[in-house]
């Protein structure tokens, strides 16, 4: 018998269909649900700080100004002068460096001292309190120049000897015969870089300077080179030994870029005070000294050196 003709008590039949499945639920209505998105992440901001930090650390202070002082003291001695006085004004944001050659002879007024040669002013420094010559110096700059400048780098000839082998000995191009040495392109070694800077018997003072710059921008636009940065841990230790400075170590970094990048752009612009910007004298004494003419002189410092 089938299971839809059931046999009921009063003995009809009568199909019955089969019970169907509700769902419980189908009554209620759905509540929408806005999908979620997920929350925005939050970007970390130090990563730009950081390059903040390091643009400002190198490109900060616009402008650094430089005493760079090359003394006669040698081993034995307790007492130089300044043989080379060269400012140098560091402005690392363009990158640009300017320097001027101040002749040894010239006649300033000495701080404390009176009218003298501008190099004495390390001498007698030296002889009163030893290590004080370069602050005397940065005054005697102050003082006359009115440049705004409180560091300062000091190397004296053995130094300068150590530096210039660790950098390989620089190389120059001379466009007359001078220094010591015929027209063309030369390379120097430690020993002749120091001879061609201190050379005064076929050229004179002024030519001096310049030797001196051609020696720097030489050792600045070599070790600019990528070819020789492998010699710069040797340079780094002879710096560390050769060079007596005030300039705080952290901030090395920061003018060594700026130097090594002037030198690659060619953007180091090189003066000298010359026989423009002065009158040879002779004192009653006899001394051959250079009376500076600061009419001329100020307008040059003040474009060189003016924030």
């Not at 009176?114 to 004495?120: A, C, F, L, Q, V």
């Not at 110096?137 to 660790?166: H, K, M, P, W």
């Not at 003072?205 to 710069?232: C, E, I, L």
Request: without cysteine.
């Amino acid at each position: 018998m089938s299971q839809f003709n059931r046999t009921y008590p009063s003995g009809n039949t009568a199909p019955v269909p089969p019970p169907q499945k509700t769902d419980p639920l189908a009554h209620y209505q759905p509540i929408p649900v806005k999908s979620l998105k997920p929350l925005p992440r939050k970007r970390r901001k130090w990563g730009w700080w950081l390059v903040v930090l390091v643009l400002v650390y190198f490109l900060a202070p616009l402008r650094t100004n430089l005493l760079v002082l090359g003394t006669d003291r040698t081993e034995g001695m307790n007492i130089g002068r300044s043989d080379t006085i060269l400012l140098l004004s560091i402005v690392p944001l363009q990158p640009y460096v300017s320097m001027l050659s101040i002749p040894r002879d010239l006649w300033v007024t000495i701080p404390g001292v009176g009218e003298d040669r501008i190099n004495t002013a390390h001498f007698y420094a030296e002889a009163s309190q030893p290590g004080s010559g370069p602050n005397a110096t940065l005054e005697t700059i102050r003082a006359n120049f009115g440049v705004r400048v409180s560091r300062y780098v000091s190397i004296n000839f053995d130094g300068f000897v150590e530096l210039i082998d660790a950098i390989g000995g620089v190389d120059i191009v001379l466009e007359q015969a001078e220094g010591g040495l015929p027209a063309g392109q030369h390379h120097l070694d430690a020993g002749q870089a120091l001879a061609f800077v201190r050379e005064r018997y076929s050229s004179d003072d002024f030519y001096r300077m310049r030797h001196g710059q051609m020696v720097v921008q030489s050792a600045f636009t070599k070790m600019a080179n990528p070819v020789n940065w492998w010699r710069w841990p040797g340079v780094i230790k002879a710096l560390g030994r050769a060079v007596q400075t005030n300039v705080p170590l952290y901030d090395w970094p920061r003018l060594g870029l700026a130097l090594l990048r002037a030198a690659l752009t060619n953007t180091i612009d090189s003066h000298v005070i010359d026989r423009d910007y002065v009158t040879p004298y002779i004192t009653d004494q006899g001394a051959s000294i250079l009376l500076p003419n600061w009419d001329a002189i100020h307008p040059l410092i003040v474009e060189l050196f003016a924030p």
